[in-house]
């Protein structure tokens, strides 16, 4: 296994300039002090809301993603994911709306965010600041401010954990800082396993970055489960290692995307699959999975890798660090720097000349 510079952490860090790794390091103390942020904010009263809606887009969406599939078996609300400028015509004051942007500066979500104050929604911001930090507050709403000072990807943690606790205060919720505890400790034995300083020999994270370097990774979570990891995952690769990379979910993908492994033989050899594994995965799912893979083995490369954690949060955050850290290494395998990601930039500013 020729691992070089994953094993040399000074030339790690070297290509670091954002601070990426020691972000990903830090997450396990971020998760508490997210869930501390919430303290005694005033916040809004309980109405008969039908639904929570969180708005936002990258980073800061992925949080509502992972809201909706942690709430759906503990919530009587539904929870739906918005990442667009609009609003679905059915929010008004019966909604309650996150709007989250850790940068406050993301036009899509400050255009949501007007939209729902519009129709009267009561809104929550978790911002680290700008604009959204600047309306929200100027409205009187409540505003949720998070540490700025690093990526919005490297956030995750200030990013969803203050949904949960505003809604155990608002009484949604129950046992949720033991539930966040449990998530803080065992992330901080897998960064003992996942990190720099651990040798490619016994870090999982290193050795799929090993698998995954010059291929094109298509990752598979279920329904239910895993399937903001896959999600986040792609994201991931996309913004870390400046990468294509693709997710599906199972059942779904067994609907379609496997038959898709016959030709081009070329692309194919170049595909590596990560299917995701949870506990509570349905049966049924468990079993396509395994069937899925004695079939598609023959044609891709493929590993799985299996949620670990005493808690439901802790086991969807034990493979979302897992990809974190992958990507970043699959970043290193390549020579670039996690961190910065030009196109957006060069993007947002192309846009702003419209404004
Ligand atoms: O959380 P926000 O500041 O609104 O950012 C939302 C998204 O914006 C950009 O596109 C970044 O590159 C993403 O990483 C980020 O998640």
Same mark, same amino acid.
């Given at each position: 296994?020729?691992?070089?510079?994953?094993? #040399?952490?000074?030339?790690?860090?070297? %290509?670091?300039?954002?601070?990426?790794?020691?972000?990903?390091?830090?997450?396990?103390?971020?998760?508490?002090?997210?869930?501390?942020?919430?303290?005694?904010?005033?916040?809004?009263?309980?109405?008969?809301?039908?639904?929570?809606?969180?708005?936002?887009?990258?980073?800061?969406?992925?949080?509502?993603?992972?809201?909706?599939?942690?709430?759906?078996?503990?919530?009587?609300?539904?929870? *739906?994911?918005?990442?667009?400028?609009?609003?679905?015509?059915?929010?008004?004051?019966?909604?309650?709306?996150?709007?989250?942007?850790?940068?406050?500066?993301?036009?899509?979500?400050?255009?949501?965010?007007?939209?729902?104050?519009?129709?009267?929604?009561?809104?929550?911001?978790?911002?680290?600041?700008?604009?959204?930090?600047?309306?929200?507050?100027?409205?009187?709403?409540?505003?949720?401010?998070?540490?700025?000072?690093?990526?919005?990807?490297?956030?995750?943690?200030?990013?969803?954990?203050?949904?949960?606790?505003? *809604?155990?205060? %608002?009484?949604?919720?129950?046992?949720?800082?033991?539930?966040?505890?449990?998530?803080?400790?065992?992330?901080?034995?897998?960064?003992?396993?996942?990190?720099?300083?651990?040798?490619?020999?016994? #870090?999982?994270?290193?050795?799929?970055?090993?698998?995954?370097?010059?291929?094109?990774?298509?990752?598979?979570?279920?329904?239910?489960?895993?399937?903001?990891?896959?999600?986040?995952?792609?994201?991931?690769?996309?913004?870390?290692?400046?990468?294509?990379?693709?997710?599906?979910?199972?059942?779904?993908? #067994?609907?379609?995307?496997?038959?898709?492994?016959?030709?081009?033989?070329? *692309? *194919?050899?170049?595909?590596?699959?990560?299917?995701?594994?949870?506990?509570?995965?349905?049966?049924?799912?468990?079993?396509?999975?395994?069937?899925?893979?004695?079939?598609?083995?023959?044609?891709?490369?493929?590993?799985?890798?299996?949620?670990?954690?005493?808690?439901?949060?802790?086991?969807?955050?034990?493979?979302?660090?897992?990809?974190?850290?992958?990507?970043?290494?699959?970043?290193? %395998?390549?020579?670039?720097?996690?961190?910065?990601?030009?196109?957006?930039?060069?993007?947002? #500013?192309?846009?702003?000349?419209?404004?």
């Amino acid at each position: 296994m020729v691992s070089g510079v994953l094993d #040399n952490p000074r030339e790690l860090s070297a %290509l670091d300039s954002m601070g990426m790794f020691q972000a990903a390091w830090n997450l396990p103390e971020q998760c508490e002090k997210a869930w501390s942020l919430v303290g005694e904010a005033s916040l809004p009263e309980v109405a008969d809301w039908r639904q929570i809606l969180v708005t936002g887009l990258g980073g800061s969406a992925i949080g509502g993603d992972l809201l909706r599939v942690f709430a759906a078996d503990k919530l009587h609300l539904p929870v *739906l994911v918005n990442r667009d400028y609009t609003l679905p015509w059915f929010v008004n004051k019966y909604t309650f709306v996150f709007a989250v942007s850790y940068s406050g500066n993301t036009e899509e979500t400050l255009s949501a965010y007007d939209a729902a104050r519009e129709r009267g929604a009561s809104v929550v911001a978790i911002t680290a600041g700008g604009k959204l930090g600047e309306k929200a507050a100027a409205d009187g709403q409540t505003v949720i401010r998070v540490p700025g000072g690093i990526a919005p990807r490297a956030a995750t943690g200030y990013l969803f954990i203050p949904m949960v606790a505003v *809604l155990e205060r %608002l009484g949604f919720f129950s046992g949720m800082q033991a539930e966040v505890e449990g998530l803080s400790a065992h992330l901080q034995e897998l960064r003992d396993r996942y990190g720099p300083q651990t040798a490619t020999r016994e #870090n999982l994270a290193k050795q799929l970055a090993l698998n995954l370097q010059g291929r094109l990774p298509v990752i598979w979570g279920a329904s239910g489960t895993t399937e903001v990891v896959a999600q986040r995952w792609k994201g991931q690769f996309n913004e870390n290692a400046k990468a294509p990379a693709y997710w599906n979910v199972f059942p779904e993908l #067994n609907h379609n995307e496997v038959v898709g492994f016959e030709q081009p033989e070329d *692309l *194919l050899g170049r595909i590596w699959i990560i299917i995701l594994k949870d506990d509570a995965d349905h049966p049924r799912v468990r079993l396509r999975m395994k069937i899925t893979r004695e079939m598609v083995s023959k044609a891709a490369g493929l590993t799985e890798v299996f949620a670990s954690g005493p808690t439901e949060l802790a086991r969807l955050y034990s493979l979302i660090y897992l990809g974190d850290y992958a990507s970043m290494y699959v970043a290193a %395998l390549a020579g670039i720097d996690p961190g910065p990601v030009r196109v957006i930039d060069y993007l947002k #500013n192309e846009l702003a000349k419209h404004e």
